[in-house]
């Protein structure tokens, strides 16, 4: 009996030791970047590469040794929480990332609702978020949201640079017919690309939102193809669905170009779509092609590390990337590990650099606060033959 | 008059799609008695696999259909050989049962390929003109394996001595078995060809559409309307609801936005159900 | 009937003891710094999905396999959503007007559907899930559509003159307790409900509706009933939640969902009170116990739902129960105790 309870004892004790021990040794700091993405669901396709470009750049940024605070080093590291594409889901996954992994910087998220759903969350906890797709949608971006920033181009801004191209390319074309998600956004984003399209010249015919879920774009296709419009405008999508708009828009005769204010990876489209059925089309995706000179350094390195790490690399890695970033600059601009100091200097920083190039803080008079990184939009078209080619670069500001 | 017949194709291609997989699941709920949640899980795995095939052996998509619905087949009967059997249709047990092959398909599917998987390859590519109007071939192609394979499987249930087994099994279990039919080994069989047939569609549907491991939800949504309005025991109701929904389907998005066409189709589902509980065509219960 | 069997004759006073050191552990429990605000989230999901399974059991009992009790949660949710971002009124009222809707449908939607045997019932259940799903998701700004609404207001601040304030807004915990009433009231709610004449009517429906009917009971009557009662308090559970966590969506009340709780419902076993309790926080619980698996959690589920689907057919509760002997052995009083608990002689 008694050595029974000995040996009870020194197991516990070992155990406890053994248990103990690691948190004793590992020393190192870290700062925990909590990422926001899809990782089953509608949009999974799409979000899992971007939380891949998260977690690339965090490896990237430790092995240079991480980030320098007031003389400490510190690394980051990357924890990853699903938020399924429903805002219970997002609002869970925040809960995680917030009071269970207590991180105090998140990368992500890219829909509307899904942002919305998190800010109720990460606001009060007063933790920053790096977000996307910030709409029209009153709430996502505002004074009374001063921890969220919006880094990477997205809808709004894409709109009047890709009409701009349009007429420039195509001089012809007259009438358009915009087809866009059914997430909230479209009763003010319908009326907007209506007003961008007058001032150019062109005239909106055909309106159509389609469910985040849709499968078969036939009938959506058909709705937006009947007054016959000469371009499709495409605002904001997903690679599948793009594909199948395309498809189906060619197969029903549609030979006018496509022009898309939206990201998707432009060699996908080409691959799934057919390179006989894509062009004429051009998009704010980016090129891969590691020799264009006018591709940025940091590009460059996101596209490569990616090919070497995930051995194939994706539009939305350049998202991710950029996320990570930004995150870092206003971290070390701020030389603080206290989120309130971090975003103030965000706000005031004079410029910032992003995987497109140099940015600029705006949207002051947009959202109400100059939490939105402004930096510049592609313009990447598909040439006949299936060819992708960056065109070139257009400066964007939101005031 | 292009929009006209694209749209009628259209309905064409998503009827036989919906008929194939209701079939499967028809099948199943008159000889079993079963309703089996996993169908369109097994409809998603189909899919998956045709592409796998595909992409890892260089198959071509016929070739990848053929095996994966083979696949499935055996699948189904290693469910019904090891799990169903046992579960003596206690609806709750079964019930538990089709949910737990979700979660292990779904799971799988979310994890190996999941969110980085797109597409079947196309049986055909482009287009073809038909009398002046453009049309897809895949969408075309579809129509045309489906049709055949529901004329097929319409004939091996009517006509040969498994089919007309079935249909013995499905009208009254004790009986078939005092006739000497054995029962588990028609319900092993009825599971294997409706996990085949599911597998085909979902190849064909892969290539159409994307890939997604959802897509089976929305399957079985369908396949189940369709078994509901037509009504239990009637296979052939099967093509005319299958035709209601399908068209249904293919026309209504384009006049409602939204989930508009969903609920229609549901409410009528609804409706039927509740005034007519036995469907258009099937018999008393 | 079944619970009485089901107490082995453990003596009521020892029974009352019991709970009432179970209800002061689960008071005390936000105090006891388990695991912090996130701990506390997970506990207010337990509560809300116990509420929603034990009034799912409660349908169940009468002999309705419903698949689509999260539409009626779903129907509280919206009721209490709307009317309380719409009007302006305050949750503590539209809460309440939720649950009351929720079982105003159901009554309505009984007379229609509890005409249905067996599987046609639960088939209409799961259509009418998907059905309304797919309608608020094309409700379009009124509500939210598939985006859903947000910014929903929460139970606010409470005044308690001379003791300070409730608010909760700053914190987790007065949901908590919120939640915790409301659990402890649902449950002895349908116990009581359960072991009252309805109770044994629906049970006698559930088993044998042509005997019952014989009998005089009148099974539609009944069967709308135990609809009802099930839906309210669904639709109580699923009002409150979207207060709590300022969001709502129209894909948490689909096909899936419902589906979720009737696994938890069978996982946990119907036969006994307690099941939908003992489902609830075993299937919570795993996929936090097993973090570390994180993708591969749904396998540790599904393998366990295997175990329960053929080796419990009565689900986890099923296996306590079965396993009271064991322990009684264990502690030497002898398989089966029965002290002053009347055995009726029922089939165990």
Request: glycine share 10%.
């Amino acid at each position: 009996m008694r050595i029974k309870k000995l040996t009870l004892f020194v197991i516990v004790f070992l155990t406890a030791t053994v248990m103990v021990l690691p948190s004793l040794a590992f020393a190192q700091k870290k700062i925990k970047i909590g990422i926001l993405a899809a990782l089953t669901g509608p949009f999974a396709s799409a979000e899992i590469h971007q939380r891949d470009g998260v977690v690339m750049a965090v490896d990237w940024y430790n092995e240079k040794g991480g980030i320098t605070i007031k003389g400490e080093k510190y690394l980051l590291e990357a924890v990853t929480e699903d938020h399924k594409c429903t805002a219970e889901g997002s609002k869970t996954a925040t809960e995680k990332l917030v009071n269970d992994h207590k991180v105090k910087f998140i990368a992500g998220a890219t829909i509307t609702y899904i942002n919305l759903a998190a800010g109720a969350v990460t606001e009060p906890a007063k933790v920053i978020r790096a977000v996307n797709y910030v709409g029209f949608r009153p709430g996502e971006l505002t004074a009374q949201t001063p921890y969220t920033f919006k880094v990477n181009p997205t809808v709004p801004e894409g709109i009047a640079p890709a009409l701009d191209y349009l007429v420039e390319k195509f001089p012809k074309v007259k009438t358009f017919g915009t087809i866009t998600p059914d997430d909230g956004n479209q009763p003010i984003l319908f009326p907007f690309c209506e007003k961008e399209g007058k001032q150019r010249g062109l005239k909106q015919i055909s309106t159509v939102p389609w469910a985040h879920d849709t499968v078969d774009f036939y009938p959506k296709m058909t709705q937006l193809l009947a007054p016959k419009p000469d371009v499709v405008f495409v605002v904001h999508a997903f690679e599948e669905a793009l594909v199948q708009m395309i498809k189906a828009a060619r197969e029903m005769g549609m030979k006018g170009p496509f022009a898309v204010a939206s990201y998707e990876n432009p060699y996908d489209i080409v691959d799934m779509a057919g390179k006989d059925l894509t062009p004429p089309f051009f998009s704010h995706g980016w090129s891969h092609d590691v020799n264009d000179p006018q591709l940025t350094p940091e590009m460059k390195e996101c596209i490569k590390t990616a090919e070497a790490k995930m051995g194939k690399f994706h539009n939305w890695n350049l998202w991710g990337w950029n996320e990570v970033m930004v995150i870092v600059q206003a971290i070390e601009k701020a030389q603080s590990l206290d989120t309130t100091v971090i975003a103030n200097t965000w706000r005031k920083m004079d410029s910032i650099k992003t995987i497109y190039g140099p940015g600029k803080m705006g949207g002051e008079k947009t959202y109400g606060i100059k939490n939105a990184v402004c930096s510049r939009l592609a313009i990447t078209e598909v040439l006949p033959g299936g060819v992708v080619k960056h065109v070139k670069w257009t400066p964007y500001y939101l005031p | 008059m292009e929009i006209f017949t694209q749209t009628v194709v259209n309905g064409i291609v998503l009827s036989s799609i919906y008929i194939l997989v209701a079939l499967g699941f028809a099948l199943i709920f008159s000889v079993m008695q079963i309703l089996n949640f996993a169908h369109g899980t097994i409809y998603m795995a189909g899919a998956y696999v045709c592409y796998y095939l595909a992409s890892s052996f260089g198959l071509p998509p016929w070739a990848a259909i053929l095996i994966s619905a083979v696949v499935l087949a055996l699948f189904g009967v290693f469910l019904e050989r090891f799990g169903f059997r046992y579960l003596e249709n206690d609806f709750n047990r079964t019930l538990m049962f089709s949910l737990v092959i979700i979660v292990f398909l779904q799971t799988t599917a979310d994890i190996t390929v999941g969110p980085y998987v797109k597409r079947v390859p196309s049986v055909l590519h482009g287009v073809t003109t038909v009398a002046g109007i453009t049309l897809s071939k895949e969408r075309l192609i579809t129509c045309v394996i489906t049709v055949c394979l529901l004329l097929a499987v319409t004939f091996l249930i009517r006509k040969t001595a498994l089919g007309r087994q079935m249909l013995a099994v499905a009208q009254d279990g004790d009986a078939a078995s005092l006739q000497g039919i054995n029962v588990h080994r028609v319900a092993a069989f009825a599971l294997g060809l409706s996990s085949a047939l599911a597998a085909v569609a979902g190849g064909l549907m892969g290539s159409i559409i994307m890939l997604n491991t959802y897509m089976g939800d929305a399957m079985l949504l369908r396949a189940i309307t369709l078994v509901i309005i037509a009504g239990i025991g009637s296979l052939g109701g099967l093509f005319v609801s299958g035709l209601i929904v399908g068209f249904v389907d293919a026309v209504l998005p384009i006049f409602i936005g939204g989930s508009g066409s969903a609920v229609v189709a549901f409410s009528f589902a609804i409706l039927i159900l509740v005034i007519r509980p036995q469907g258009l065509f099937g018999h008393e219960i | 009937m079944s619970e009485k069997q089901g107490k082995m004759g453990v003596k009521t006073s020892k029974r009352y003891v019991a709970y009432a050191i179970l209800i002061a552990f689960l008071l005390l429990l936000p105090w006891l710094s388990l695991g912090g605000a996130y701990f506390i989230h997970v506990c207010i999901l337990i509560f809300t999905y116990v509420i929603a399974t034990s009034s799912l059991r409660t349908i169940f009992v009468s002999g309705q396999a419903s698949i689509g009790h999260a539409a009626f949660m779903g129907i509280g949710a919206y009721t209490s959503a709307l009317l309380s971002t719409k009007l302006g009124w305050t949750p503590w009222v539209t809460i309440l007007l939720g649950a009351i809707t929720a079982m105003v449908v159901a009554v309505l939607s009984g007379y229609l559907f509890s005409r249905l045997r067996a599987i046609y019932f639960s088939m209409v259940t799961a259509f009418f899930g998907v059905a309304f799903e797919a309608l608020m998701r094309s409700g379009g700004e009124f509500t939210g559509g598939k985006a859903g609404m947000v910014a929903l207001p929460g139970m606010g601040v409470i005044d308690l003159p001379g003791l300070g304030e409730i608010n909760f807004a700053t914190s987790k915990i007065p949901y908590y307790y919120l939640l915790l009433f409301l659990t402890l009231f649902t449950l002895i709610v349908l116990y009581r409900i359960e072991r009252s004449r309805s109770g044994m009517n629906w049970m006698a429906i559930a088993q044998s509706p042509l005997v019952a009917s014989s009998i005089g009971i009148s099974e539609t009557k009944f069967r709308i009933l135990a609809f009802a009662v099930g839906c309210f308090f669904g639709g109580l559970a699923g009002s409150v939640y979207p207060h709590y966590s300022s969001v709502l969506s129209p894909g948490s009340f689909s096909l899936m969902p419902s589906i979720n709780l009737v696994i938890f419902l069978l996982f946990g076993g119907t036969r006994f009170f307690a099941g939908p309790v003992i489902g609830v926080i075993v299937l919570m619980a795993i996929p936090e116990v097993f973090r570390s698996l994180k993708q591969y959690a749904p396998y540790i589920v599904g393998g366990i739902m295997l175990l329960v689907t053929f080796w419990m057919p009565q689900g986890l509760a099923g296996l306590f129960e079965s396993a009271k002997p064991w322990i009684f052995k264990m502690f030497g009083k002898g398989a089966n105790p029965v002290r002053k608990e009347f055995s009726n002689g029922m089939r165990k």
